[in-house]
């Protein structure tokens, strides 16, 4: 079964400084995709920065990393120089290459940014 | 990034009546779709697949009758909540698949049965 596990319900940073939002997911297939995506107050899904599982090289979008460990099945988020619209649930999401089939997500991260 | 409308963004109605959510990519077409439904902070929960042009694909425990999904064109996808009760009150969320198997989601509806 695939599976997508966020260790972390909250995590809090102060504004300016670095977090790093943790993700593992389970899995036996060796071509996929995976995902950040944001959720603020709003409750639309913003999606922060994807990864195919083929690449070595870490995405990376402005202020927003990756740490892709294949082997580890693991992918956590970091966050530099931290904004207070930074603040929401983030969200991160698993999905097989060319199947047409769902995404699965794990239960989110809420991030607060200290002003 | 592309663009994923929802409507209506919110819905109170009497308890038994129907009410239809629509999905649509509004620059680009989807030949597949998703529903979700999302308790307070809590993460999404897929309700069904909806492809163009064929039948949904719906989830385990997932009413097909309550929850009726028609993906008419590739723009556009609806969803039926039929005969509401106060228990189907949630926020809904649609996304639909773009380029490079990245999904964008639509602003979601919070729907509030009396």
């Known amino acids: 079964a695939q599976t997508v596990t966020q260790s972390q319900p909250e995590m809090s940073v102060q504004e300016a400084e670095t977090v790093t939002l943790s993700c593992t997911y389970d899995?036996?297939?060796?071509?996929?995709?995976l995902f950040w995506y944001k959720q603020p107050p709003s409750r639309q899904m913003i999606l922060v920065i994807r990864q195919e599982a083929y690449k070595q090289q870490n995405a990376t979008e402005n202020r927003f990393s990756v740490n892709f460990q294949k082997a580890a099945k693991s992918f956590s988020l970091k966050i530099s120089d931290s904004q207070l619209g930074d603040a929401a649930m983030y969200f991160c999401a698993y999905r097989i290459s060319n199947t047409g089939n769902q995404f699965y997500f794990g239960t989110g991260t809420s991030l607060t940014v200290i002003p | 990034g592309a663009v994923v409308s929802q409507h209506p963004s919110r819905v109170i109605c009497k308890s038994g009546t129907s009410v239809k959510i629509e999905c649509r990519s509004l620059?680009?077409?989807?030949?597949?779709m998703f529903w979700y439904r999302q308790f307070p902070k809590q993460s999404l929960m897929l309700m069904a697949t909806?492809?163009?042009?064929?039948?949904?694909?719906?989830e385990q425990g997932v009413e097909k009758d309550k929850f009726l999904i028609n993906h008419a064109s590739l723009t556009l996808s609806t969803l039926t909540v039929t005969s509401a009760h106060p228990e189907d009150s949630s926020f809904y969320i649609c996304?639909?698949?773009?380029?490079?198997?990245?999904?964008?989601f639509g602003p979601g509806t919070r729907l509030l049965v009396l």
């Open positions: 909806s492809n163009e042009g064929s039948k949904a694909t719906y």
């Open positions: 620059d680009f077409q989807a030949t597949t």
């Open positions: 996304s639909a698949i773009e380029y490079q198997e990245t999904q964008y």
């Open positions: 899995t036996s297939e060796s071509d996929y995709y």
